[in-house]
């Protein structure tokens, strides 16, 4: 089945800078592809999504590249700030199946003021 | 936006007892799943049901049951819990590509 790699599991930045997140996976039919932010204590909270068309997506601060060649999907937060701080999973779901998602392992932001 | 709601929150069970955990939507999704959310594990796939009547085996299905009265909701179902099965759970809904999560049950079993 598919496989989702996520990286780093952890990573600690300052108010203002910018932080990566990447993820990639295994199945070359994938074709929705989702970063989800979980705060403590609580579920899991939609921040976007993309469709296996588009290479690019920007919103709120948050930009998405997907790079269908090296099955890589990324996250970026410019000028974080420390309400940005939460767990950030990637989540990917092949043709035909839906919404059954596979999901990353997380990773943890910190981002200090 | 869509409304799931998990019941209980927290739960401390002990070994070999059953364990129902509830989920409620009011979106009138299709699709409802549950996950457990385990540390170095991420969130990993139970059960799942496309509708009122259907369930459907995830990536873990072992030691739990699911069930799907109607389309509002969705019981995850341990009648034998382990230890092992202590976790974060997740249920949620979803039509076409999007998910909605609820905010979880935090299950101890001693």
């Known amino acids: 089945g598919e496989q989702v790699e996520q990286r780093p599991p952890h990573l600690s930045v300052r108010e203002g800078d910018s932080a990566f997140i990447i993820c990639t996976y295994t199945d070359s039919a994938t074709a929705y592809f989702y970063w989800y932010k979980q705060e403590p204590g609580a579920g899991l909270q939609l921040l976007m999504s993309?469709?296996?068309?588009?290479d690019r997506k920007e919103e709120q601060g948050l930009t998405v590249l997907l790079n269908k060649k090296d099955k890589r999907l990324s996250l970026n937060l410019t000028a974080a700030h420390p309400g940005d701080s939460a767990v950030y999973f990637c989540?990917?779901?092949?043709?035909?199946?839906?919404?059954?998602?596979?999901f990353g392992k997380g990773a943890k932001l910190t981002v200090s003021p | 936006e869509a409304a799931v709601t998990q019941s209980p929150r927290n739960k401390v069970a002990v070994t070999g007892g059953k364990v129902t955990l509830s989920c409620n939507q009011t979106n009138n999704h299709n699709n409802m799943y549950w996950y457990r959310q385990d540390t170095g594990h991420g969130l990993r796939l139970i059960h799942y049901?496309?509708?009122?009547?259907?369930?459907e085996k995830g990536d873990i299905p072992d030691g739990y049951k699911a069930s799907r009265p109607s389309q509002e909701n969705f019981s995850l179902i341990l009648e034998l819990a382990t230890p092992s099965q202590t976790s974060v759970y997740f249920c949620?809904?979803?039509?076409?590509?999007?998910?909605?999560f609820g905010a979880g049950t935090r299950l101890s079993v001693l």
């Open positions: 049901s496309y509708g009122a009547g259907s369930t």
């Open positions: 993309v469709f296996s068309n588009v």
């Open positions: 949620a809904s979803g039509d076409g590509s999007t998910l909605y």
């Open positions: 989540a990917v779901s092949p043709q035909g199946t839906g919404s059954k998602l596979s």
